[in-house]
């Protein structure tokens, strides 16, 4: 069975601070993929990266930045001089080897303060 | 930018009556999901379709819940009769194929009284 876990219930910074999102995971498929999703208080889930199981490179988009280390199963999520916009609810997200089963974490609430 | 329809964005009934939720994906989107949000959880799957046919429905409770696309493009969810338990959001996601990322519609917001 699959599994998302993310500690991180609830997390406040002050604008222009950089934050860190934890993700860790369990599978059984040697084949599978890892999402990161954004969902703003508008409730809309904007999807932000996929990294396939094979690809341990980390990846760099602006001010955001993922961590995917197998060995310790997780997928880590960092956002570099946080701003207001950034707040939202932040869903790490894995799916099977077909990728027929996508299966969310709990999500953490990232609250950015001006 | 294509983007996922949704409707009803909200829909407020009593238990027992019925409710339906409609999807209209992404044009050219084979494959569609519905999701339950409960509020302060992450999505569940409810439902998984490759063009008209139902790929995953294990988590759909099928004594209450229906979901159909039958011409493999929108799709209906449909709740009879609606419980408390089922207030929630409703998120469609359509998505290129299986492992691809889905794009979430706006959701539909239900709340059973």
């Known amino acids: 069975a699959q599994k998302v876990t993310q500690a991180q219930t609830e997390i406040s910074v002050v604008e222009k601070e950089d934050v860190t999102l934890d993700c860790v995971y369990e599978t059984r498929d040697t084949t599978y993929y890892l999402f990161w999703y954004k969902q703003p208080p508008s409730g809309e889930l904007v999807f932000l990266i996929r990294?396939?199981?094979?690809?341990?490179q980390n990846e760099i988009s602006g001010r955001y930045s993922w961590n995917f280390q197998k060995s310790t199963s997780s997928f880590n999520f960092t956002i570099t001089a946080s701003q207001v916009v950034d707040s939202a609810v932040y869903f790490c997200a894995l799916s099977d080897n077909a990728g027929n089963m996508l299966t969310f974490g709990g999500g953490t609430r990232l609250m950015v303060k001006p | 930018e294509a983007e996922v329809a949704q409707s009803p964005r909200y829909k407020i009934t009593e238990k027992s009556q019925a409710v339906a939720f409609w999807c209209d994906p992404i044009s050219g989107h084979a494959t569609l999901y519905w999701y339950r949000q409960i509020l302060g959880q992450g999505p569940e799957l409810l439902v998984q379709f490759q063009d008209e046919s139902v790929v995953d429905d294990s988590q759909l409770p099928k004594d209450r819940f229906s979901a159909e696309r039958l011409k493999g493009v929108d799709s209906t969810l449909k709740i009879q009769p609606a419980e408390l338990g089922d207030s929630a959001m409703y998120l469609c996601?359509?998505?290129?194929?299986?492992?691809?990322?889905?794009?979430f519609g706006p959701g539909t917001r239900l709340t059973v009284t």
């Open positions: 990294r396939n199981s094979f690809d341990e």
């Open positions: 996601a359509s998505g290129e194929g299986f492992s691809y990322e889905q794009y």
